[in-house]
């Protein structure tokens, strides 16, 4: 399995932008669906949107569009999420995920491999 390493979080205003960073290990990278979730106190762990092995799909939950923004660099083994407009409601630990499947369909039961997460907090 794919080991990963998330970082960038922080503590923000509200309106801010924050940008994730997750390092994975092995040269194995590219043949991984990469997403991204998220859990505040209190509440289930939120799906908050993938990207393809190829990066040729993206998928965001509504919550999100238009402000965040996943990307990936194989060359680097790095999945990133630009985050936007920061609210205080985006406040959560936010995890990166893996699946290994060359399926453009993001489904996000398709992710088993886990990072340890980041804490993301915006002020209002």
């Given at each position: 399995?794919?080991?990963?390493?998330?970082?960038?979080?922080?503590?923000?205003?509200?309106?801010?932008?924050?940008?994730?960073?997750?390092?994975?290990?092995?040269?194995?990278?590219?043949?991984?669906?990469?997403?991204?979730?998220?859990q505040?106190?209190?509440?289930?762990?939120?799906?908050?949107?993938?990207?393809?092995?190829?990066?040729?799909?993206?998928?965001?939950?509504?919550?999100?569009?238009?402000?965040?923004?996943?990307?990936?660099?194989?060359?680097?083994?790095?999945?990133?999420?630009?985050?936007?407009?920061?609210?205080?409601?985006?406040?959560?630990?936010?995890?990166?995920?893996?699946?290994?499947?060359?399926s453009?369909?993001?489904?996000?039961?398709?992710?088993?491999?886990?990072?340890?997460?980041t804490?993301?907090t915006?002020s209002?």
């Amino acid at each position: 399995q794919v080991q990963l390493v998330e970082s960038g979080g922080g503590l923000v205003q509200a309106g801010a932008s924050l940008r994730l960073s997750c390092a994975a290990s092995g040269r194995t990278f590219s043949r991984y669906a990469m997403g991204w979730f998220r859990q505040a106190p209190g509440k289930e762990r939120e799906f908050v949107g993938g990207i393809s092995w190829n990066g040729g799909s993206t998928y965001y939950v509504d919550s999100v569009k238009g402000r965040f923004t996943i990307s990936r660099d194989n060359a680097k083994y790095t999945v990133y999420l630009q985050m936007n407009s920061l609210k205080p409601e985006d406040t959560a630990v936010y995890y990166c995920a893996a699946g290994r499947t060359y399926s453009q369909d993001l489904r996000p039961t398709l992710f088993d491999s886990w990072g340890q997460g980041t804490q993301v907090t915006v002020s209002s």
